[in-house]
């Protein structure tokens, strides 16, 4: 007699075979998933990294400008001040000749 061949182990094997290559299918489609979006939120962050150093640049160019306009002011403001003091000691020698001639 020959021995009963018995299916039910091999049935076990196919379902485990069948059930692993459904966990590894599932884990290499989660990981294409993650690079994928790495991916995607690197290139993001590549953008608002350019877009920050591009807000510095024109940030320094207007620093640049700003700092040239308030030398120029700075400068005015001083030619203004010695008009003044010009006017001052004119009013006063206009005031001391008057009260001369009084």
Not at 33 to 55: F, H
Not at 61 to 66: D, E, G, I, V, Y
Not at 81 to 88: D, E, F, G, M, V
Request: glycine share 4%; with cysteine; charged share 25%.
């Amino acid at each position: 007699m020959c021995p009963k061949k018995t299916t039910v182990g091999r049935h076990k094997r196919e379902l485990f075979t069948t059930l692993a290559i459904i966990a590894i299918v599932a884990v290499c489609s989660a990981g294409v998933g993650v690079s994928a979006y790495a991916i995607t939120e690197i290139g993001n962050v590549k953008m608002t990294q350019i877009e920050i150093e591009r807000t510095l640049d024109d940030l320094l160019l207007k620093a640049t400008f700003n700092r040239e306009k308030i030398a120029t002011l700075q400068e005015e403001e001083k030619k203004i001040a010695k008009s003044i003091n010009n006017l001052i000691t004119d009013v006063n020698d206009l005031a001391k000749v008057l009260c001369l001639d009084s």
